[in-house]
C-alpha cells in the first residue's frame, strides 16, 4: 500500500563543539515513502476551526505556511465536527493542501476530564488523515515530584508504545515526558527510541516559556535530546513561539515549533520583533529597534499598532520571517552565533533586565559537558 504521508525533511542539526566556537551543521533528513518534503527549521501556527484571527487562505497566501497544527479533540467532540471531519478528511474539511498535524487534546485534560481513550483519540487523528498524530500523554507540572513525574512517564510510554501499531499511515509523536528531572526526561529519550519513534516532540515545557527569557532549562532539555536522538529524527518544541528565542532553540538542534502566541500577544498588545516583543501600551513604533517589512507595516504601521487582529498577523509574519531568516543562515553554511550574538545584544539594550544573555552564556558552557 502506498503510504500518503507526507515526509518532513529534515535539515538540522548536529552541534559541535570545537575549541572555543559552537557550530552548528545542518545535515538533511530523508523520510521514507513520499513525494511532499518539509524543510526545517518549520514553525506550526496553530489553527483552529472558526479561528476568527486568521483564515486558511491567510496563511497559504499571505505567510506561506506549509503545515499547521490544530487540536483533534476539538474536531472529535463535537458531532457535527467529528462527522464532517471523518468524511471529507481533514485536508479537505479544512481546505489546507499541505502538512497537517494534529493535537490530541492531552492539554485540555487540565480543564476537566476528557473521557476520551488514548486508543480512540490516536484512531481518529489517523482515519481523518492527519500526517503526524499525537498520543493522549499525560502533562507534568514543573510542581510535580519525582515519583509523579515517573509515573507520568511511564504512562506515557506506555500509551505511545499502544499507538505505535495504530498509527500508520501516519506518524505517531514520541512525546517526552519527566518534568523538571533531566534524568527522566533522557529515560524517556531512549525508550523512546527503542521503540522505534520517528518524530520526537518535548513536552511539558510551556510553564518554563515566559521566565523573562530565560532558556537554560529548556536548553538544557534540547541539548541533551540531540545527544540522545537519532539525528534524522525531528525534535518538535511544544508551544515554541517567541521569533527572540525560536534561533536559540534552532541553534541547540530544535527542528519544528507550534504555538499560537501570535494571537495571545496581540490580545495582550504585544507587538513582535526578532529581538523581542514591545508593550504597544508603552512604545511608539519610532521606538523600535528596527522597521517591519511586512506588508500591514508598510502600508499603516499605526493601524497595527492599535488593531488586534492585525497585530496578529504582523506577529505571524515576523515569526515566519525569522524561520525564513533561520533557513537562509543554514542554508548557506553561515554561522547562526553571529546572528544569535547580534540579537542578543540589540535585546539586551532594549530590555536590560531580561535573563536571555545570562541563560544563553550558561548554556554555552553546558556544551563543555557534552564534548
Ligand atoms: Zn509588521
Not at 77 to 89: P, S
Not at 325 to 352: D, K
Request: glycine share 8%; with cysteine; net charge positive.
Amino acid at each position: 500500500m502506498m503510504s500518503k504521508l507526507s515526509s518532513i525533511e529534515h535539515q538540522a542539526s548536529s552541534i559541535r563543539h570545537q575549541a572555543s566556537s559552537i557550530k552548528h551543521q545542518a545535515s538533511s533528513i530523508k523520510h521514507q515513502a513520499s513525494s511532499i518534503k518539509h524543510q526545517t527549521p518549520l514553525f506550526l501556527p496553530v489553527f483552529e476551526y472558526g479561528n476568527s484571527y486568521v483564515t486558511i487562505e491567510q496563511l497559504e497566501n499571505q505567510f506561506d505556511v506549509t503545515a499547521l497544527i490544530t487540536n483533534a479533540y476539538f474536531l472529535y467532540k463535537k458531532r457535527e465536527l467529528k462527522l464532517a471531519v471523518t468524511e471529507q478528511n481533514v485536508k479537505n474539511f479544512l481546505g489546507f493542501g499541505g502538512l497537517v498535524v494534529t493535537d490530541s487534546g492531552a492539554f485540555q485534560q487540565f480543564s476537566g476530564p476528557l473521557y476520551l481513550s488514548n486508543k480512540k483519540i490516536i484512531k481518529f487523528q489517523r482515519d481523518i488523515g492527519a500526517d503526524v498524530i499525537s498520543p493522549l500523554d499525560i502533562i507534568t507540572t514543573p510542581g510535580d515530584n519525582r515519583t509523579t513525574a515517573t509515573k507520568k512517564l511511564n504512562a506515557t510510554l506506555k500509551r505511545i508504545r499502544e499507538g505505535m501499531a495504530l498509527a500508520d499511515p501516519a506518524i505517531l509523536i514520541g512525546v517526552q515526558q519527566g518534568g523538571r528531572f533531566h534524568d527522566l526526561r533522557g529515560y524517556a529519550l531512549e525508550k523512546l527510541m527503542e521503540m522505534g519513534v520517528k518524530y520526537i516532540a518535548l513536552g511539558s515545557l510551556v510553564p518554563f516559556f515566559n521566565r523573562n527569557h530565560d532558556i537554560e532549562f529548556i536548553g538544557k532539555v534540547i541539548q541533551q535530546a540531540r545527544k540522545i536522538i537519532d539525528p534524522d529524527i525531528p525534535i518538535h518544541l511544544y508551544g515554541g513561539g517567541d521569533p527572540l528565542e525560536l534561533p536559540f532553540y534552532i541553534f541547540m538542534g530544535c527542528d519544528i515549533f507550534d504555538s499560537s502566541s501570535f494571537i495571545h500577544y496581540a490580545r495582550g498588545g504585544w507587538y513582535m520583533t526578532p529581538y523581542g516583543a514591545f508593550d504597544v501600551q508603552r512604545n511608539t513604533p519610532a521606538s523600535l529597534p528596527r522597521t517591519c517589512e511586512c506588508s500591514l507595516c508598510k502600508t499603516d504601521r499605526k493601524e497595527v499598532w492599535e488593531n488586534e487582529k492585525k497585530l496578529a498577523l504582523h506577529n505571524l509574519w515576523t515569526i515566519q520571517d525569522v524561520i525564513r531568516e533561520m533557513r537562509m543562515i543554514i542554508g548557506r553554511g553561515n554561522r547562526l552565533s553571529e546572528y544569535l550574538n547580534h540579537v542578543t545584544a540589540i535585546h539586551q539594550e532594549c530590555f536590560p533586565e531580561s535573563r536571555l544573555a545570562g541563560s544563553w552564556e550558561r548554556l554555552c558552557n553546558n556544551y563543555r559537558d557534552f564534548t
